[in-house]
């Protein structure tokens, strides 16, 4: 392990990685093993809502004594909610470390839910789902994660439907935290000047204290589904369109390869594959990307792209064609090692930002049990072989690509 990193668990089976910096800013996070896959089928929404109403009061604290506390030292204090994950944390200049960790135990384990906040926070959250229902470019997304996971605790939108959040209540989110925000499924992380020994005798003093029993989620893998090609029509100026299918789940060694191809085909890199054949020979799209979603047992790999409603079909043949080119012969020795080079540059320059850099260790630490930072990560990319990338492109074609059309 690097001297950068220091890994801790406490008795109680909470897992702390923590890494030592010369920064003036110290960001500390809780990362729970749980999110929208692991709600019952009456309760959609429910990860996303407990995210929102943890911060409406403690045992401890009012609702805004709980938002400001980070703010008045310059700091803040967030949450997100992912299909497997929720993540609070915090970020505020050096030396508020104690604040932020007295913090997070104070939320994760005395969050009280009062009925007054709930209600107000309800109407929040559907005025969100609205948001999202109100912009093709991001509802596209729903949509398809609905019909390829069909069956399955991933098919549904993470913010839930108005309907379901509106029969959300406080013991259902106190529920679900009891089950899941318990110190065998969550890991904390820090990056801080402080030394390494204080930080962990703070996580031990307020953290130390939990002794929930854990409760791992248990999750069915989503239902085999036949390939599908979709158009939903509803006036819009432009079509946002989604290719893609389903791979395999985190713990695939293939994964490094999937980043790297990923990364080439449609990745933020104006050289990329679809950029240059959809935007810059043919001038088809503004925007078009291509993505990697994976999870505890299973992946998604998707293309999106908006364009002219009349130009979608053109666009899937290019998408196809150029996987299927990939697939046949791959490129050539020299262009393969800039392929890498150039993907390793960029984890470089996005390690900068020591915030989600710090979030990558605690999602590393969760799903493989060990620090793994973007250097580790080059030393594997740099390992891919050029039939390992091939083989990605055809694994791909062989799985059948599904397209949904917003137009």
């Known amino acids: 392990m690097s001297q950068l990193y220091s890994v801790f668990t406490l008795s109680n089976g909470l897992r702390v990685v923590f890494w030592q910096t010369d920064s003036l800013v110290s960001y500390i996070g809780t990362l729970v093993n749980a999110g929208s896959r692991d709600e019952s089928e009456t309760k959609y929404g429910l990860a996303h809502f407990v995210e929102h109403t943890l911060f ?61 906040e709930i209600d107000k926070e309800r109407e929040v959250v559907i005025e969100e789902i609205k948001s999202y229902l109100d912009s093709p470019s991001d509802s596209v997304f729903d949509k398809f994660e609905e019909l390829i996971y069909k069956g399955s605790g991933l098919s549904h939108n993470i913010l839930g439907t108005p309907e379901s959040v509106k029969k959300l209540t406080g013991e259902d989110c106190r529920n679900f935290v009891e089950r899941f925000y318990t110190p065998g499924n969550m890991v904390m992380y820090c990056s801080s000047p402080m030394k390494a020994e204080k930080f962990l005798a703070l996580v031990e003093k307020y953290f130390g204290k939990l002794h ?15 390939a599908f090609n979709e158009r939903e029509e509803a006036g819009n100026n432009q079509a946002n369109t989604i290719v893609g299918t389903r791979l395999f789940g985190r713990d695939d060694s293939r994964r490094f390869a999937l980043f790297l191809f990923n990364n080439y085909f449609g990745g933020p890199g104006m050289n990329s594959v679809l950029n240059r054949e959809l935007r810059e020979k043919r001038g088809y799209v ?4 291509s993505l990697v979603g994976l999870m ?16 979608v079909d053109k666009c899937r043949s290019i998408v196809i064609n150029e996987l299927d080119r990939i697939a046949q012969s791959g490129p050539s020795p020299t262009k393969f090692e800039k392929i890498k080079r150039q993907y390793c540059g960029q984890m470089l320059v996005q390690s900068d930002n020591r915030e989600s850099r710090s979030m990558a260790l605690a999602k590393n630490m969760m799903f493989y049990n060990e620090v793994y930072d973007s250097a580790a990560v080059a030393g594997r990319i740099r ?15 062989s799985a059948g690509c599904s397209t949904l059309t917003l137009c």
């Open 56 to 116: 409406k009061g403690t045992l401890h604290r009012k609702s805004w004594q709980v938002s400001c506390r980070m703010e008045e030292v310059g700091g803040e204090l967030n949450a997100y909610t992912s299909k497997e994950t929720t993540m609070v944390y915090t970020n505020a200049p050096a030396g508020y470390e104690e604040r932020a960790v007295e913090l997070l135990v104070d939320i994760i384990s005395s969050s009280q839910f009062p009925k007054n």
């Open 383 to 397: 390992e891919v072989a050029s039939e390992e990338f091939r083989e990605i492109a055809q694994l791909i074609l």
């Open 296 to 311: 505890s047992d299973t992946s998604l790999w998707m293309v999106y792209f908006g364009s002219d409603p009349s130009k």
């Open 212 to 226: 929930f029993p854990s409760n791992p989620p248990v999750r069915l893998a989503p239902p085999a589904i036949q």
């Open 286 to 289: 503004y925007t078009v990307d």
